[in-house]
């Protein structure tokens, strides 16, 4: 059924320090919309409650990208047009880039945002996997003020975050630590434009000496939530890559990985391409180095 | 239930506009219904096949997914803004020339894909395109003399802007 306007109230105050006092005022009550990508959706299909939306669309404190020594700031008001732009991500943060691309198409890139994508918490959301391996870190901000924590930590079940009522995403900090490192991120969907993962893997580590010496794998659509594998990870790290290690490491990720059967895929399927794409990246790590 | 209704103003193909409607009634309906623009089309109503694109401040939006209160003080092209009869952009005529339009329903949504790939990239490769209309679904022509009427339009943009050289020199 058609969704019904009429059913929903909506404002815009223009400004974060409105929005955060309607948030304090009445936690909980208020649903904040940017870009519209998800919600507006839901309402064409009828599938949104009615609601009390309030909109960050053009809410200047929250659009921005800031590039400082150590770390590259995206507002969650930034879209994937932004940072897709975004030389300094580019040249930095390459997975981003690449994940911005990914999302929908043009049109919906030039009104998704960060902070949405994040917020929604969807488990295919795509720029989730190259957030976790970068150790990216959210800001939530409320009129009692601002804290930091780690993406890993945001999301803590399906649809469902570590934010208070009365908090809004702020902005995702992305350290500068990785140039060393060796970057991986694919997905996988049934077309590449506007097609949502089926499964996606992130990854960054080093490798010295033929032994993964540092680590990071994040997936999308193998569980509840964008996660990072830690028993992955650990089957990895400290180990020479070799035919062995390969084994172990895709035997860690089939125990680790916990997908489900939906519109999309299976989780059979999910879990064996998981598999294939591990052994692609740790693949691309020997070829690497036999290169080097 | 809420009864309140929102003024919104906007401009659209140049025009200052003032309508009266509800905050999340879409762009979409807003255009078709209440200013009678009916070039702009549905079709998925989900932001999945581009139908209803429109530039809304230089960028490509979907119009099902923009809840009029978020265009308050925007500017907006629709299809009509594109050309007229007698007086074509070089995109429609290219379509018309190329065979890029079957039965239709896609086409303003494609043209205002391209023109917005035009608008920052004048002379994109095929992969390019391909990219910049990805998210304009189209059922009848199998994408290829669209792709065509794309190339197509670059190109006699390409040439006029070098008659113009050559006369200004």
Same mark, same amino acid.
């Given at each position: 059924?058609?969704?019904?306007?009429?059913?929903?109230?909506?404002?815009?105050?223009?400004?974060?320090? #409105?929005?955060?006092?309607?948030?304090?005022?009445?936690?909980?009550?208020?649903?904040?919309?940017?870009?519209?990508?998800?919600?507006?959706?839901?309402?064409? #299909?009828?599938?949104?409650?009615?609601?009390?939306?309030?909109?960050?669309?053009?809410?200047?404190?929250?659009?921005?990208?800031?590039?400082?020594?150590?770390?590259?700031?995206?507002?969650?008001?930034?879209?994937?047009?932004?940072?897709?732009?975004?030389?300094?991500?580019?040249?930095?943060?390459?997975?981003?880039?690449?994940?911005? *691309?990914?999302?929908?198409?043009?049109?919906?890139? *030039?009104?998704?945002?960060?902070?949405?994508?994040?917020?929604?918490?969807?488990?295919? #959301?795509?720029?989730?996997?190259?957030?976790?391996?970068?150790?990216?870190?959210?800001?939530?901000?409320?009129?009692?003020?601002?804290?930091?924590?780690?993406?890993?930590?945001?999301?803590?079940?399906?649809?469902?975050?570590?934010?208070?009522?009365?908090?809004?995403?702020? #902005?995702?900090?992305?350290?500068?630590?990785?140039?060393?490192?060796?970057?991986?991120?694919?997905?996988?969907?049934?077309?590449?434009?506007?097609?949502?993962?089926?499964?996606?893997?992130?990854?960054?580590?080093?490798?010295?000496?033929?032994?993964?010496?540092?680590?990071?794998?994040?997936?999308? *659509?193998?569980?509840?939530?964008?996660?990072?594998?830690?028993?992955?990870?650990?089957?990895?790290?400290?180990?020479?890559?070799?035919?062995?290690?390969?084994?172990?490491?895709?035997?860690?990720?089939?125990?680790?990985?916990?997908?489900?059967?939906?519109?999309?895929?299976?989780?059979?399927?999910?879990?064996?391409?998981?598999?294939?794409?591990?052994?692609?990246?740790?693949?691309?790590?020997? *070829?690497?180095?036999?290169?080097? | =239930?809420?009864?309140?209704?929102?003024?919104?103003?906007?401009?659209?193909?140049?025009?200052?506009?003032? !309508?009266?409607?509800?905050? =999340?009634?879409?762009?979409?309906?807003?255009?078709?219904?209440?200013?009678?623009?009916?070039?702009?089309?549905?079709?998925?109503?989900?932001?999945?096949?581009?139908?209803?694109?429109?530039? =809304?401040?230089?960028?490509?939006?979907?119009?099902?997914?923009?809840? !009029?209160?978020?265009?308050?003080?925007?500017?907006?092209?629709?299809?009509?803004?594109?050309?007229?009869?007698?007086?074509?952009?070089?995109?429609? @005529?290219?379509?018309?020339?190329?065979?890029?339009?079957?039965?239709?329903?896609?086409?303003?949504?494609?043209?205002?894909?391209?023109?917005?790939?035009?608008?920052?990239?004048?002379?994109?490769?095929?992969?390019?395109?391909?990219?910049?209309?990805?998210?304009?679904?189209?059922?009848?022509?199998?994408?290829?003399?669209?792709?065509?009427?794309?190339?197509?339009?670059?190109?006699?943009?390409?040439?006029?802007?070098?008659? @113009?050289?050559?006369?200004?020199?």
């Amino acid at each position: 059924m058609r969704g019904n306007p009429d059913a929903h109230e909506m404002i815009a105050p223009g400004s974060l320090d #409105a929005v955060l006092n309607l948030l304090a005022t009445e936690p909980g009550k208020w649903t904040p919309i940017a870009g519209g990508t998800e919600l507006m959706v839901a309402h064409a #299909a009828g599938r949104l409650e009615p609601s009390k939306l309030v909109s960050l669309w053009g809410i200047p404190q929250l659009r921005f990208i800031a590039t400082g020594a150590e770390s590259i700031a995206i507002g969650a008001g930034a879209t994937f047009r932004d940072l897709r732009a975004h030389e300094g991500i580019a040249d930095q943060l390459p997975l981003v880039t690449k994940a911005a *691309s990914w999302i929908g198409s043009i049109a919906n890139q *030039s009104r998704a945002t960060v902070g949405g994508n994040l917020v929604n918490g969807s488990p295919a #959301a795509d720029s989730s996997p190259a957030f976790l391996v970068y150790d990216a870190e959210i800001e939530l901000v409320s009129v009692r003020g601002s804290r930091r924590i780690p993406y890993s930590a945001f999301h803590t079940g399906y649809k469902r975050n570590a934010m208070a009522e009365d908090e809004l995403l702020f #902005a995702v900090h992305l350290p500068l630590r990785f140039a060393r490192h060796r970057q991986y991120l694919r997905k996988v969907g049934t077309r590449r434009a506007m097609a949502i993962a089926k499964v996606a893997l992130a990854a960054t580590a080093i490798v010295e000496d033929g032994v993964v010496s540092d680590l990071r794998l994040a997936a999308a *659509s193998l569980a509840a939530f964008p996660t990072r594998l830690y028993q992955t990870e650990a089957a990895l790290l400290g180990r020479r890559i070799d035919a062995g290690t390969i084994e172990s490491a895709r035997e860690a990720l089939l125990a680790e990985a916990k997908p489900i059967d939906d519109i999309r895929s299976t989780a059979e399927y999910r879990k064996r391409v998981a598999c294939n794409l591990l052994e692609e990246f740790l693949r691309e790590l020997l *070829s690497e180095r036999a290169a080097t | =239930m809420s009864d309140c209704q929102s003024t919104i103003r906007f401009c659209v193909n140049g025009q200052n506009c003032t !309508v009266q409607a509800s905050p =999340m009634k879409r762009l979409l309906d807003v255009l078709r219904e209440d200013l009678h623009l009916t070039g702009t089309k549905e079709g998925c109503g989900e932001g999945e096949c581009g139908s209803c694109s429109v530039r =809304m401040n230089g960028e490509l939006v979907n119009s099902c997914l923009v809840p !009029v209160l978020q265009a308050e003080g925007a500017d907006i092209q629709t299809v009509e803004g594109l050309g007229a009869i007698g007086a074509l952009h070089p995109l429609q @005529q290219a379509f018309l020339d190329c065979g890029g339009a079957q039965c239709g329903i896609c086409t303003p949504g494609m043209l205002m894909a391209a023109t917005q790939l035009l608008a920052i990239n004048p002379h994109p490769s095929l992969g390019e395109i391909r990219e910049g209309l990805a998210g304009n679904l189209c059922r009848c022509t199998g994408f290829i003399r669209i792709f065509d009427s794309v190339i197509a339009a670059a190109a006699s943009t390409q040439n006029q802007s070098s008659d @113009q050289a050559a006369h200004a020199r």
